[in-house]
């Protein structure tokens, strides 16, 4: 970022056009020279350009051809005797020498936009150069009509010789005038070159502007001079190093804030190189983009699509981090660019914008709606400002809604730039998440059909969980395609699980105990070895491997101990191995997962039995402490225990019996 940002000195005075000026009395330091505006120089340039007479190359070998070409076709030169042809040739080939002397165009004149409101035009023949009247001129077509009546007008002077009516008038016609573009841009050129970029001077001491005066127009003006002959001179002697000092303060300044944002807020991503190598790059990148475009004078800063850097950092983290970066940067490039409160107010609002309106971005149609919120967004700032400075729409530049319009719809790079994001840094989006959350998808259409009984379990699941991180907030396209994958280590051997088997096949029957947790318990190591095998990201991966936390498989535990009373069991063999789930949405899917399963195995689904086994099952994980490295608060804990009992109460349809009920019964 110092390599980036320009290394002049900044004019020490902020002020806007419209607004009083908030400083003290200001009078000229220096001699300097008032800057025509751009609209004053693009007039100019108009007026003279349009006062320009456009230049055309005159050939002068086609007369001469033409001439001979019709000598040719009266065969004067085999029967120099005949005076009829002598006298016709003369007549027709003084009225080709009056054409051609002239000038002859391709077309007519009201073809040539180089003509339009013209009346002359430079005749170039060789290095001499002389003006010829628009009205001289004659288009082929004109010229041949030209010909044409001198022949009917000899014919009916009774010259009415049928060699001269088999004559082809169109064989003598051919342009012999062309538009001289390179000379015609050469004299452009000279008087654009030619065109002062001042009008008039402020002598030293004259008063500029008083304080709390409005700054109008004239003024406005008159500072904007100031200020670039002032960043000019000051950048011939000024102290490089303590520019560069500046600059440096003021990057660290803006950066710390960033980092002490993350300390408290977002911790993970510190700890996590490719997530904050990404946010430093996504904003240098920004910036550099930026200060590039400003380089180029037909140009305007406003056509980078600022707007992409917050939806980034959205998508890939979440909107309270997204706008605070968008603010830093924002403020970090606002410094240097042109305008700076405008450019400040115009990107933080525009961006905040896209923020809120692209919370999902799941559908093609979000992206296209958050690049019209951020068009629209640009354009009544815009207007908003304008109208504050000039009270008019009279100046209103409409240019600038050009390269509002271009921002906006390079919003569209999101898509691609999220996926080149997520290769390069391995992130996951919400698009992903949702495309491998399809049922079609190989790993999970394999679950349906060699573990049909599981596939409906984590459908189930992710049924359940979705509706959960709804409620106490979370990514419930993540959480969804966790529940659909966190299973499907029972592939290997789908049979050993309870919702596999048929009725009275149980093959833990032909195996001790130990065996069988062994292979209950391998189903989680199983199910992260074929997610990285099929190349699922981390995030999805998490979920498998924590489902089950550290804690025993209990059954065949108790089963065990059962059998061999005398005996010191090694309680670490029914272990799962862990690791505890990090996330809310994988403890989310902990909890759903135990609770479905042991709600399945009820004989008496009744209201009062279902909020036990949620209760206990719950409190039983909290007391084991498999949720300590999730941050699910006890609040959350509660919204669970609710959400899951009238869910399941839903699934099961259960009815709550009332007391005349009971009565009736006991009737």
Do not use: C
């Amino acid at each position: 970022m110092y390599l980036i940002l320009p290394g002049e000195p900044k004019f020490k005075y902020e002020y806007q056009k419209g607004f009083p000026w908030r400083h003290e009395n200001l009078v000229a330091p220096y001699d300097f020279a008032i800057l025509k505006t751009a609209n004053e120089l693009n007039n100019e340039k108009t007026e003279q350009i349009n006062s320009l007479v456009p230049y055309f190359a005159h050939d002068t070998t086609q007369k001469a051809e033409s001439i001979a070409r019709l000598r040719q076709d009266l065969a004067l030169d085999i029967d120099s005797t005949n005076t009829n042809k002598k006298k016709m040739f003369n007549s027709l080939s003084t009225k080709l020498d009056e054409l051609y002397s002239n000038g002859i165009l391709l077309f007519s004149v009201d073809i040539y936009q180089e003509l339009k409101g013209k009346n002359e035009i430079n005749k170039r023949t060789g290095n001499i150069v002389q003006k010829e009247d628009i009205d001289q001129l004659n288009s082929e077509k004109s010229a041949y009509n030209a010909l044409l009546n001198t022949r009917q007008k000899l014919v009916s002077e009774g010259n009415n010789f049928p060699w001269l009516n088999d004559l082809d008038l169109e064989r003598y016609i051919t342009a012999n005038l062309s538009y001289d573009n390179e000379t015609s841009q050469k004299e452009i050129d000279e008087i654009t070159q030619s065109i002062s970029a001042t009008r008039g001077m402020v002598k030293q001491g004259q008063r500029i502007v008083l304080e709390g005066e409005i700054v109008d127009a004239e003024k406005y003006q008159m500072l904007e001079s100031l200020k670039a002959s002032y960043e000019k001179e000051r950048g011939k002697d000024v102290n490089r190093y303590m520019v560069s000092i500046g600059k440096v303060l003021l990057i660290s300044v803006l950066i710390s804030l960033i980092f002490i944002f993350l300390l408290l807020y977002r911790r993970d991503i510190l700890q996590q190189l490719n997530k904050l190598s990404f946010m430093l790059m996504l904003m240098t990148g920004i910036i550099l983009l930026s200060n590039f475009i400003n380089t180029f004078p037909n140009l305007h800063i406003y056509m980078v699509p600022f707007a992409v850097f917050p939806i980034m950092i959205r998508t890939f983290f979440d909107s309270r981090t997204a706008i605070f970066t968008l603010i830093i940067s924002t403020l970090l490039m606002g410094f240097y660019a042109p305008n700076n409160y405008e450019f400040i107010l115009l990107e933080v609002s525009a961006g905040i914008i896209a923020v809120f309106s692209l919370n999902k971005m799941h559908r093609r149609v979000h992206l296209v709606l958050a690049a019209l919120w951020v068009f629209l967004t640009y354009a009544v700032i815009f207007t908003a400002l304008n109208l504050i400075h000039d009270g008019t729409f009279l100046s209103y530049d409409y240019s600038m809604l050009k390269w509002f319009a271009i921002s906006s719809v390079l919003i569209l790079l999101v898509y691609p730039l999220v996926y080149i994001f997520e290769k390069l840094f391995g992130f996951v989006s919400d698009v992903t998440l949702i495309e491998i959350s399809d049922s079609n998808q190989p790993l999970l259409r394999k679950l349906a059909e060699q573990a049909p009984g599981t596939f409906q379990h984590s459908m189930q699941i992710a049924n359940l969980a979705e509706e959960v991180i709804l409620r106490i907030g979370g990514n419930p396209f993540l959480v969804r395609a966790g529940a659909l994958y966190h299973d499907i280590g029972k592939i290997g051997r789908p049979n050993f699980f309870i919702e596999n088997q048929a009725v009275g096949m149980n093959p833990h029957d032909r195996i001790s105990h130990l065996k069988s947790a062994e292979v209950i318990i391998d189903h989680v190591k199983n199910g992260v070895k074929m997610a990285q095998k099929h190349k699922l990201p981390a995030v999805i991966i998490e979920f498998i491997a924590t489902h089950h936390g550290t804690t025993k498989a209990k059954y065949f535990y108790l089963k065990h101990q059962e059998q061999n009373p005398d005996k010191t069991v090694d309680a670490n063999a029914f272990d799962y191995p862990g690791p505890l789930p990090r996330s809310k949405e994988a403890a989310v899917v902990m909890l759903v997962d135990g609770i479905e399963a042991a709600s399945r195995s009820m004989k008496e689904k009744t209201h009062e039995n279902l909020k036990a086994l949620i209760d206990s099952m719950i409190d039983k994980k909290i007391e084991d402490k498999q949720l300590d490295d999730s941050n699910l608060t006890f609040r959350d804990i509660d919204t669970i225990k609710a959400t899951l009992l009238e869910k399941l109460i839903n699934i099961y349809h259960i009815r709550i019996e009332y007391p005349d009920e009971k009565k009736e019964k006991k009737k």
